[in-house]
């Protein structure tokens, strides 16, 4: 963000409904002349949060819509600031013409995530609650709007600041110990400090648990297709996805790019990315798809490395070295109706899973691997969103407080303790905006729609 998006006496103006012609439109203000535009764009000041018709005029006096007006005072507000909204007709140039009017007595266009930003800046949101607005507004799947709108209720604020006061806690009982060393009792070795250290690794491993499914219901969980030409790779893309989204046929190589498709596995948003055949001494368009091919497998979450189950005959064969080490991996026996494979779950370690792209058979088990593999299960009313960057702040916050468990249990080494807790503090603190840079929050809100 520009250093202007920084200055709080800066009113600023923006169309919060998306672009393009529609029946309604909504303009918003925020800031300190919020008070002075409506009173010139409307003649009079409306009746605090009441809804009131009334006719739109620019600086000048002249009449630009009809509509609803809304005002906001300060600080019972989204922004925490005096708020105007002017609902009016949808059309591109009437809200050009109520932004231009604000602009003309003093407002400025505001920037992406603006509105929002200040929200955050006013105390009326914390970081996570301010991203869970983007999310809901980006929802991909109805359990994923469900988890955005309880993120932005405060659920997970609220667990990552129960964990931080466990930290207090735990910090001020350590650091009692080393500030009192006279004392006869070890403060150091009770059980009531082994129960409060068991107490935080627990509530870490439901924390991160529930984060990384979060994390997935945001995000979505990106599952690359591989394998040889004529696989079935392609039929699978299709079964999956109900739609023929890629051409089949029996010609080696006919996908040479990738293919994307979203499907929804009972809440759960997978892409799935279906991929050139894997093969020795293919042809120079087919050698760029394969190249791609790799590629998309580092980023995936997982893989389904298909066989043709009538060809090959080792069910655990898996792909070759340049799969990353550390993405699972889901065997996919295609061709089932074909082979005599019993469809359906065949070993669990390595995974392998028989199917029928063609009958559809052994699908459900496949779907629910990948489900599991996702981490994915349904938290009802306690799932929420989470983003990459929390996940990763949650991972560093619990590195800190295990290698001060090590030390604690190891060496009694109560001040390395205490300095590794106060750091995971602060690592749980950047997730809600407690502990955050101005370059962390320009990255986040930069990322929100204008209007937002």
Same mark, same amino acid.
């Given at each position: 963000?520009?250093?202007?998006?920084?200055?709080?006496?800066?009113?600023?103006?923006?169309?919060?409904?998306?672009?393009?012609?529609?029946?309604?439109?909504?303009?918003?203000?925020?800031?300190?002349?919020?008070?002075?535009?409506?009173?010139?764009?409307?003649?009079?000041?409306?009746?605090?949060?009441?809804?009131?018709?009334?006719?739109?005029?620019?600086?000048?006096?002249?009449?630009?819509?009809?509509?609803?007006?809304?005002?906001?005072?300060?600080?019972?507000?989204?922004?925490?600031?005096?708020?105007?909204?002017?609902?009016?007709?949808?059309?591109?140039?009437?809200?050009?013409?109520?932004?231009?009017?604000?602009?003309?007595?003093?407002?400025?266009?505001?920037?992406?995530?603006?509105?929002?930003?200040?929200?955050?800046?006013?105390?009326?949101?914390?970081?996570?609650?301010?991203?869970?607005?983007?999310?809901?507004?980006?929802?991909?799947?109805?359990?994923?709007?469900?988890?955005?709108?309880?993120?932005?209720?405060?659920?997970?604020?609220?667990?990552?600041?129960?964990?931080?006061?466990?930290?207090?806690?735990?910090?001020?009982?350590?650091?009692?110990?080393?500030?009192?060393?006279?004392?006869?009792?070890?403060?150091?070795?009770?059980?009531?400090?082994?129960?409060?250290?068991?107490?935080?690794?627990?509530?870490?491993?439901?924390?991160?648990?529930?984060?990384?499914?979060?994390?997935?219901?945001?995000?979505?969980?990106?599952?690359?297709?591989?394998?040889?030409?004529?696989?079935?790779?392609?039929?699978?893309?299709?079964?999956?996805?109900?739609?023929? @989204?890629?051409? =089949?046929?029996? /010609?080696?190589?006919? &996908? !040479? $790019?990738?293919?994307?498709?979203?499907?929804?596995? +009972?809440? %759960?948003?997978?892409?799935?990315?279906?991929?050139?055949?894997?093969?020795?001494?293919?042809?120079?368009?087919?050698?760029?798809?394969?190249?791609?091919?790799?590629?998309?497998?580092?980023? @995936?979450?997982? =893989?389904?490395? /298909?066989?043709?189950? &009538? !060809? $090959?005959?080792?069910?655990?064969?898996?792909?070759? +070295?340049? %799969?990353?080490?550390?993405?699972?991996?889901?065997?996919?026996?295609?061709?089932?109706?074909?082979?005599?494979?019993?469809?359906?779950?065949?070993?669990?370690?390595?995974?392998?899973?028989?199917?029928?792209?063609?009958?559809?058979?052994?699908?459900?088990?496949?779907?629910?691997?990948?489900?599991?593999?996702?981490?994915?299960?349904?938290?009802?009313?306690?799932?929420?969103?989470?983003?990459?960057?929390?996940?990763?702040?949650?991972?560093?916050?619990?590195?800190?407080?295990?290698?001060?468990?090590?030390?604690?249990?190891?060496?009694?080494?109560?001040?390395?303790?205490?300095?590794?807790?106060?750091?995971?503090?602060?690592?749980?603190?950047?997730?809600?905006?407690?502990?955050?840079?101005?370059?962390?929050?320009?990255?986040?809100?930069?990322?929100?729609?204008?209007?937002?």
């Amino acid at each position: 963000m520009s250093a202007s998006s920084n200055n709080a006496e800066a009113t600023i103006v923006a169309r919060a409904t998306p672009p393009g012609t529609g029946g309604i439109a909504v303009v918003r203000v925020s800031g300190p002349l919020a008070r002075a535009i409506a009173a010139r764009m409307l003649g009079a000041l409306p009746e605090a949060r009441q809804a009131t018709f009334r006719t739109f005029r620019d600086a000048a006096g002249r009449m630009l819509d009809q509509g609803i007006a809304l005002y906001f005072p300060a600080p019972h507000s989204f922004t925490g600031e005096d708020v105007l909204e002017l609902h009016g007709h949808g059309g591109p140039v009437v809200v050009a013409g109520l932004v231009d009017a604000a602009v003309a007595l003093g407002a400025r266009l505001a920037e992406p995530g603006e509105f929002s930003r200040r929200a955050f800046q006013n105390d009326k949101l914390d970081l996570t609650q301010a991203e869970a607005v983007a999310d809901l507004i980006a929802s991909g799947s109805m359990q994923a709007a469900r988890a955005a709108l309880h993120s932005l209720s405060g659920a997970f604020s609220g667990a990552v600041d129960e964990l931080k006061e466990k930290l207090v806690q735990l910090r001020s009982h350590v650091e009692a110990a080393i500030d009192f060393p006279q004392e006869e009792i070890d403060f150091l070795s009770d059980s009531a400090l082994e129960s409060r250290v068991e107490a935080c690794a627990n509530s870490f491993r439901q924390l991160r648990n529930n984060a990384n499914i979060g994390r997935v219901l945001r995000d979505g969980y990106r599952v690359v297709i591989v394998g040889r030409p004529n696989a079935g790779k392609s039929s699978l893309l299709n079964c999956l996805s109900g739609q023929e @989204a890629a051409i =089949v046929t029996e /010609v080696a190589g006919t &996908t !040479r $790019d990738i293919l994307r498709e979203q499907i929804n596995l +009972d809440g %759960l948003l997978v892409e799935l990315v279906d991929t050139a055949g894997l093969r020795e001494d293919p042809d120079r368009i087919e050698a760029e798809g394969i190249r791609r091919a790799r590629e998309a497998m580092n980023r @995936a979450d997982a =893989v389904m490395w /298909v066989q043709d189950a &009538t !060809r $090959d005959q080792q069910a655990c064969e898996r792909p070759d +070295d340049h %799969l990353p080490a550390d993405v699972p991996v889901v065997v996919v026996r295609n061709k089932a109706d074909l082979s005599g494979d019993v469809p359906g779950l065949l070993q669990a370690e390595p995974l392998v899973v028989a199917i029928s792209a063609t009958t559809g058979a052994g699908i459900d088990a496949l779907r629910s691997e990948l489900r599991r593999l996702a981490g994915y299960r349904d938290l009802g009313e306690g799932a929420f969103t989470a983003r990459q960057r929390h996940v990763d702040a949650l991972e560093r916050a619990y590195r800190h407080f295990d290698t001060g468990r090590v030390a604690l249990r190891e060496a009694r080494a109560g001040e390395l303790f205490a300095e590794e807790l106060k750091l995971s503090q602060q690592a749980l603190s950047e997730i809600t905006g407690a502990f955050s840079s101005d370059d962390l929050l320009g990255r986040i809100f930069s990322e929100f729609c204008i209007g937002k």
